[in-house]
T-cell receptor, first 108, second 113 residues
Framework: KNEVEQSPQNLTAQEGEFITINCSYS?????LHWLQQHPGGGIVSLFM???GKKKHGRLIATINIQEKHSSLHITASHPRDSAVYIC??????????FGTGTRLQVFP | KAGVTQTPRYLIKTRGQQVTLSCSPI?????VSWYQQTPGQGLQFLFE???????NKGNFPGRFSGRQFSNSRSEMNVSTLELGDSALYLC????????????FGAGTRLSVL
């Protein structure tokens, strides 16, 4: 069993839809990251969370430490949001364990 | 401020050769981590350097090594290349260990023939 599980693996949406990507983990962590990877490989860090909720533009990330679960929400989705979204947990000072990613496609 | 720079972007090698990849972190960042991404295994942690010392290492064979220089630039080396080493190698930097977001470079895509 992977230490970090994401669901769904693939997600298709129409422009404007509200999107939720889930991440569950089984190890003790000091922080959780949400990353975005576009075709070609470039990775952008979206959020780093250790508790509660963070919002940046149309993106919202939440974490429940007791339940070992985090969600990434995208409001009013747009085709430019199409990417792979990766959840990663920080175990130890700087070791990240990654989920397998959620491939999101948003159609106009 | 310039981002994380990885060179080269693409590399083709043959089995048995060795390769050196370079990563220049964001100015002022002292921590550099390396990751391998393959279609089968996804993203995996290779190692982390801070203040020229390897602080943490993932589950990779000794053929994978690295170092960090006094200006925080880092190199990773893979010796005796195998076909399975074909991957995207990503470097990420952060100001300090554990408390900061990591900023990723564009990666080096290595193909081993």
């Amino acid at each position: 069993k992977n230490e970090v599980e994401q669901s769904p693996q693939n997600l298709t949406a129409q422009e404007g839809e509200f999107i939720t990507i889930n991440c569950s983990y089984s190890v003790g962590i000091s922080a959780l990251h949400w990353l975005q990877q576009h075709p070609g490989g470039g990775i952008v860090s979206l959020f780093m969370l250790s508790s509660g909720k963070k919002k940046h533009g149309r993106l919202i990330a939440t974490i429940n430490i007791q339940e070992k679960h985090s969600s990434l929400h995208i409001t009013a989705s747009h085709p430019r949001d199409s990417a792979v979204y990766i959840c990663a947990v920080r175990e130890g000072p700087d070791k990240l364990i990654f989920g397998t990613g959620t491939r999101l496609q948003v159609f106009p | 401020k310039a981002g994380v720079t990885q060179t080269p972007r693409y590399l083709i090698k043959t089995r048995g050769q060795q390769v050196t990849l370079s990563c220049s972190p964001i100015s002022g960042h002292r921590s550099v981590s390396w990751y391998q991404q393959t279609p089968g295994q996804g993203l995996q942690f290779l190692f982390e350097y801070f203040s020229e010392t390897q602080r943490n290492k993932g589950n990779f064979p000794g053929r994978f090594s690295g170092r960090q220089f006094s200006n925080s630039r880092s190199e990773m080396n893979v010796s005796t290349l195998e076909l399975g080493d074909s991957a995207l190698y990503l470097c990420a930097s952060s100001f300090d260990r554990s408390k900061n977001i990591q900023y990723f470079g564009a990666g080096t895509r290595l193909s081993v023939l």
